[in-house]
């Protein structure tokens, strides 16, 4: 049988820059808060500090701009982690439902993308369990792994994506006040979401 290949390594890697993804998360949150309040504010025609207005909203476009160069290195080191551990499940227990390349490239493959990498997810999980659990580890009997968060972890990572890629789109139609205060709660509704869809994306890892 072929050694297994250290994966603790990436683990923290990709929990590290998910950390670092909520931490932006929740100063854009913060900005995107203090906006509504302010422009909520114009629309019952009070006044608001010009200042205020322009703080947050440069907040918010670092802040995006710092979110996707941090998304993307997140994905990165997400991926290489998801496929070390799928390649690494092979080897213990000799085949697997997809092929070791399918944890990688299933995410950028349309349609496949959206059961693919749940599927292999899942099967991590059970086949690891199965594994273990058949060596009689007494410790890990105590604390077997379970399949509750993956279901939740899919499922915020579709709504998440669907809703970021509307929101943006409204965002750029909208015109009057009312329509624009719409959706920016909305927008950190959404930004809210990512953040739990994160801590769960660290919880599973």
């Keep these: 049988m072929e050694?297994?290949?250290?994966?603790?390594?990436?683990?923290?890697?990709?929990?590290?820059?998910?950390?670092?993804?909520?931490?932006i998360c929740t100063i854009m949150v913060a900005a995107s808060a203090i906006d509504v309040f302010l422009l909520i504010q114009y629309s019952h025609g009070l006044e608001i500090s010009e200042f205020a207005i322009n703080?947050?909203?440069?907040?918010?476009?670092?802040?995006?701009?710092?979110?996707?160069?941090?998304y993307?290195?997140?994905a990165i080191t997400f991926i290489l982690w998801f496929r070390r551990a799928y390649y690494n499940l092979h080897i213990l227990i000799g085949s697997t439902e997809y092929g070791n390349?399918?944890?990688?490239?299933?995410w950028f493959i349309p349609i496949a993308n959206l059961f693919i990498p749940y599927n292999i997810m899942k099967e991590l999980y059970e086949k690891t369990d199965q594994y273990l659990f058949v060596d009689d580890n007494e410790d890990y009997t105590?604390?077997?792994?379970?399949?509750?968060?993956?279901?939740?972890?899919?499922?915020?990572?579709?709504?998440s994506n669907i809703s970021f890629r509307i929101i943006n789109k409204v965002m750029e139609m909208v015109q009057t006040l009312d329509a624009i205060i719409i959706s920016r709660t909305i927008y950190t509704l959404s930004l809210l979401l990512f953040i739990i869809l994160a801590f769960i994306t660290i919880i599973v890892i």
Excluded at 7 to 13: D, I, L, S, T, Y
Excluded at 55 to 70: K, P, R
Excluded at 143 to 155: D, V
């Design 72 to 74: 993307i290195i997140s």
């Design 142 to 159: 105590e604390n077997r792994l379970t399949t509750k968060y993956i279901g939740r972890w899919w499922a915020l990572w579709i709504i």
């Design 101 to 106: 390349g399918w944890a990688a490239g299933s």
């Design 3 to 23: 050694p297994l290949k250290p994966n603790e390594r990436r683990g923290k890697a990709a929990m590290t820059l998910i950390w670092i993804i909520m931490a």
């Design 55 to 70: 703080i947050s909203d440069s907040t918010l476009n670092i802040g995006g701009y710092f979110f996707i160069a941090a």
